[in-house]
């Protein structure tokens, strides 16, 4: 096996040069081209756990998601590995299934690894988070993305205006005529399912229209829950005009429950939903959405990671909140029944003489 003195001889450079550019330094370019080409004729392989040992970093971050099935999560991934090979790191992926034991469990084994950093999408949970803030306390800085765990210590995170991103999306709906717009949400034990809500009932609130609790169903973002709560939602006697669902997972299951029941969409239900899946062309009608920048969420959470690792930002933690953008498709077309009901300030100005 090729050793680093060997890759020094062959491409003419010093051996702290090489270790440079193994190192992610920054380096002159034709230095670069000449040890990288060396590396490929010579096979190459660094002894990573032997270099971990002598700097105390492994060059690794560790990531954690919830749910590899969900389209959201690849770009998000894409993102994070992209910012960390930029900077030469490597990117170890785990799926939690949205379990709070497995996550225990994969934190515990990237603690055990030693990975520099994490970014970490938490488990819905509304009980004890000291396995999370054990690992702040060993050292190793955590990046939260898309959503923000109930722990006491603050943490860096990077995820959208979820508030923004609902709200827009609902007062779309009301624009087009609809008062009674029912929400599945995602687990309100988790913050941005708890944030598109509020975007819902700011919307409702900002328009004067009255919030019918009834009209609210806990889901768990997961397939599943969007076509057992749309079913409900669609069999009842009075059932909504429109309907908005808080991810594409369960907008999936929602879109299956329309199959099902024979009904269509805008025709019989207008339905948005919070995320644009990547297949929505495949789909009709085209589904309107609030489009999140997956992609952005998991480079500038890497980034972010990577700045604290390096020491560069003050203890202060760091909360980015990108914009989210809604794009209105044919599944929102159809304008809602006049026989709807009416806003509040009519029916206080029906009862006038």
């Given at each position: 096996?090729?050793?680093?003195?060997?890759?020094?001889?062959?491409?003419?450079?010093?051996?702290?040069?090489?270790?440079?550019?193994?190192?992610?330094?920054?380096?002159?370019?034709?230095?670069?081209?000449?040890?990288?080409?060396?590396?490929?004729?010579?096979?190459?392989?660094?002894?990573?756990?032997?270099?971990?040992?002598?700097?105390?970093?492994?060059?690794?971050?560790?990531?954690?998601?919830?749910?590899?099935?969900?389209?959201?999560?690849?770009?998000?991934?894409?993102?994070?590995?992209?910012?960390?090979?930029?900077?030469?790191?490597?990117?170890?992926?785990?799926?939690?299934?949205?379990?709070?034991?497995?996550?225990?469990?994969?934190?515990?084994?990237?603690?055990?690894?030693?990975?520099?950093?994490?970014?970490?999408?938490v488990a819905p949970n509304v009980g004890d988070s000291s396995y999370i803030d054990a690992v702040i306390d060993d050292g190793i800085p955590i990046v939260c993305l898309d959503r923000i765990p109930n722990s006491p210590k603050s943490l860096d995170s990077v995820s959208v205006d979820n508030v923004k991103g609902a709200q827009m999306c609902v007062q779309h709906l009301i624009m087009r005529g609809h008062t009674r717009i029912a929400v599945i949400t995602g687990s309100l034990a988790l913050k941005n399912a708890r944030e598109r809500l509020r975007g819902?009932?700011?919307?409702?609130?900002?328009?004067?229209?009255?919030?019918?609790?009834?009209?609210?169903?806990?889901?768990?973002?997961?397939?599943?829950?969007?076509?057992?709560?749309?079913?409900?939602?669609?069999?009842?006697?009075?059932?909504?005009?429109?309907?908005?669902?808080?991810?594409?997972?369960?907008?999936?299951?929602?879109?299956?429950?329309?199959?099902?029941?024979?009904?269509?969409?805008?025709?019989?239900?207008?339905?948005?939903?919070?995320?644009?899946?990547?297949?929505?062309?495949?789909?009709?009608?085209?589904?309107?959405?609030?489009?999140?920048?997956?992609?952005?969420?998991?480079?500038?959470?890497?980034?972010?990671?990577?700045?604290?690792?390096?020491?560069?930002?003050?203890?202060?933690?760091?909360?980015?909140?990108?914009?989210?953008?809604?794009?209105?498709?044919?599944?929102?077309?159809?304008?809602?029944?006049?026989?709807?009901?009416?806003?509040?300030?009519?029916?206080?100005?029906?009862?006038?003489?």
């Amino acid at each position: 096996m090729a050793t680093i003195k060997e890759v020094a001889r062959h491409a003419k450079v010093s051996v702290g040069t090489v270790s440079n550019i193994l190192s992610g330094r920054s380096v002159a370019a034709e230095l670069r081209e000449r040890v990288d080409a060396s590396i490929r004729a010579l096979d190459y392989h660094p002894n990573h756990i032997a270099r971990s040992l002598k700097s105390k970093q492994t060059k690794t971050l560790g990531m954690v998601i919830s749910d590899i099935t969900n389209p959201f999560f690849p770009l998000v991934v894409r993102g994070a590995e992209d910012a960390a090979s930029e900077q030469g790191y490597s990117l170890i992926t785990f799926n939690t299934d949205d379990r709070v034991d497995r996550e225990r469990q994969v934190l515990s084994l990237l603690r055990s690894r030693r990975v520099d950093g994490l970014l970490l999408v938490v488990a819905p949970n509304v009980g004890d988070s000291s396995y999370i803030d054990a690992v702040i306390d060993d050292g190793i800085p955590i990046v939260c993305l898309d959503r923000i765990p109930n722990s006491p210590k603050s943490l860096d995170s990077v995820s959208v205006d979820n508030v923004k991103g609902a709200q827009m999306c609902v007062q779309h709906l009301i624009m087009r005529g609809h008062t009674r717009i029912a929400v599945i949400t995602g687990s309100l034990a988790l913050k941005n399912a708890r944030e598109r809500l509020r975007g819902y009932e700011r919307a409702m609130a900002d328009s004067g229209l009255e919030i019918d609790r009834s009209l609210i169903a806990e889901g768990d973002f997961r397939e599943e829950s969007g076509l057992r709560l749309g079913k409900d939602l669609l069999l009842r006697h009075k059932r909504p005009t429109a309907l908005f669902v808080s991810n594409g997972m369960m907008t999936l299951g929602v879109l299956e429950a329309l199959e099902e029941m024979g009904l269509s969409c805008p025709n019989d239900i207008a339905l948005a939903t919070f995320d644009d899946l990547p297949v929505a062309n495949v789909f009709r009608p085209h589904l309107t959405a609030v489009v999140q920048p997956c992609y952005q969420i998991g480079y500038q959470g890497a980034g972010l990671l990577l700045q604290r690792i390096r020491g560069e930002l003050p203890k202060k933690s760091v909360d980015i909140r990108l914009e989210p953008d809604l794009k209105i498709r044919e599944s929102t077309n159809a304008v809602a029944p006049t026989s709807a009901p009416s806003r509040k300030s009519n029916r206080r100005d029906a009862r006038r003489p």
